[in-house]
């Protein structure tokens, strides 16, 4: 038998389930005590591993970065308690990681799509309407079950944000990532575009900041996830301001999006349109945010509780991967005090635990 470690709870299964107890053998989680006395003793409150469900490694503000940096990035990730990272878009192969077995799981979107000079340079593979549905085929088979599309940007010609894709070009280009046998998700900031990707259904919105009442209504009708990354929507003024002259109608439109984003992500949520936590770490955000992120919620009105399960037991359901199960690999938080009573004590977790391993604290 190799070592063993024995958590002493609470130990948050579920947002309603607690264990007094759990093990850590080989690697794995058990529910039953091992023969011999574990090597070692952790208490606390122990929760699943944070869930980034919209970060970029690999990725900076000029475009892929090499793996020396790639690495700096994923682990300061894990070693602020975020263990499962769902990558939204990144040019960099960041294959390697997978034999890592002291880096965070990594579930990749391939490389954004974007609509030719509609993008920020050296992010997208750049293609037009005729050929998206085949960019889709192609980054569903380089990611891990998800791809992403770049729904609106800025239109030069018209000075504002405009949707990047006729709708029937993106419900073509679904069905093909659902035939690939991925979830297609879709960067858009203004409220045009999400007419016509509630049309059809897609999988899942980033940022949704544009939001209206016609199309939450829809959302969550269809459960349509979004990840708000809150706090990079708070940043909007800065990224608005350098068009004020030149782009007067793109200034107004991102700023009245900003003015309104906390009263867009409650009406979201108190509709019923589910929520994931996210960052959108790299390019101009740091890594490390997503308990500062899961905080961030909670301050626009979003109920504690549900800020915690955006970040944790939810957001590894969606994604489908295991929390704290018997059997399963041992990603865990060990904290100093209840996370539901306080979201603050995630930004100093006790201990991180990957993969049964102490990588942090402890």
């Keep these: 038998m190799g070592t063993a470690l024995h958590l002493s709870g609470p130990i948050l299964v579920g947002p309603d389930e607690i264990r007094d107890e759990i093990w850590v053998i080989d690697g794995r989680i058990s529910f039953a005590a091992p023969a011999a006395e574990p090597a070692g003793r952790i208490d606390g409150w122990v929760l699943p591993g944070l869930v980034d469900a919209h970060c970029h490694v690999g990725l900076d503000t000029n475009g892929a970065v090499d793996a020396e940096t790639a690495e700096a990035q994923i682990t300061r990730d894990r070693d602020l308690g975020t263990l499962l990272i769902r990558d939204a878009g990144s040019p960099a192969d960041t294959r390697w990681i997978d034999d890592r077995e002291d880096l965070p799981k990594l579930i990749r979107a391939g490389r954004h799509i974007a609509r030719t000079r509609r993008y920020i340079r050296n992010y997208a593979n750049e293609v037009e309407p005729d050929q998206l549905s085949d960019a889709v085929r192609e980054q569903a088979r380089r990611g891990d079950?998800?791809?992403?599309?770049?729904?609106?940007?800025i239109d030069r010609d018209t000075g504002?944000?405009?949707?990047?894709?006729?709708?029937?070009?993106?419900?073509?280009?679904?069905?093909?990532?659902?035939?690939?046998?991925?979830?297609?998700?879709a960067h858009c900031f203004g409220p045009d575009v999400l007419h016509d990707l509630a049309a059809i259904g897609i999988d899942c919105v980033e940022h949704a900041s544009g939001l209206e009442p016609e199309t939450i209504e829809s959302f969550a009708a269809q459960g349509i996830s979004i990840v708000p990354t809150l706090i990079n929507i708070d940043n909007f003024p800065a990224i608005a301001e350098p068009a004020r002259e030149k782009f007067p109608d793109y200034h107004r439109r991102m700023i009245d999006?900003?003015?309104?984003?906390?009263?867009t992500i409650v009406a979201a949520y108190d509709a019923g349109v589910p929520i994931r936590l996210g960052t959108d770490a790299g390019g101009t955000m740091s890594h490390g945010l997503a308990a500062r992120e899961a905080q961030r919620l909670v301050a626009a009105g979003v109920p504690h509780a549900a800020a915690l399960d955006a970040g944790t037991w939810g957001a590894r359901e969606w994604l489908g991967r295991p929390g704290i199960e018997d059997g399963a690999d041992a990603d865990l938080l060990v904290l100093p005090a209840d996370p539901r009573a306080d979201l603050a004590v995630l930004t100093a977790p006790t201990a991180v635990i990957l993969r049964g391993v102490v990588v942090a604290g402890g």
Excluded at 145 to 152: M, N, P, T
Excluded at 160 to 181: K, N
Aim: charged share 30%; proline share 5%.
């Design 145 to 153: 079950g998800w791809v992403k599309i770049v729904g609106d940007w």
């Design 257 to 263: 999006i900003y003015e309104r984003r906390d009263q």
């Design 160 to 185: 504002d944000l405009t949707p990047c894709w006729p709708r029937e070009a993106v419900a073509a280009a679904l069905a093909v990532a659902h035939e690939e046998g991925a979830r297609m998700t």
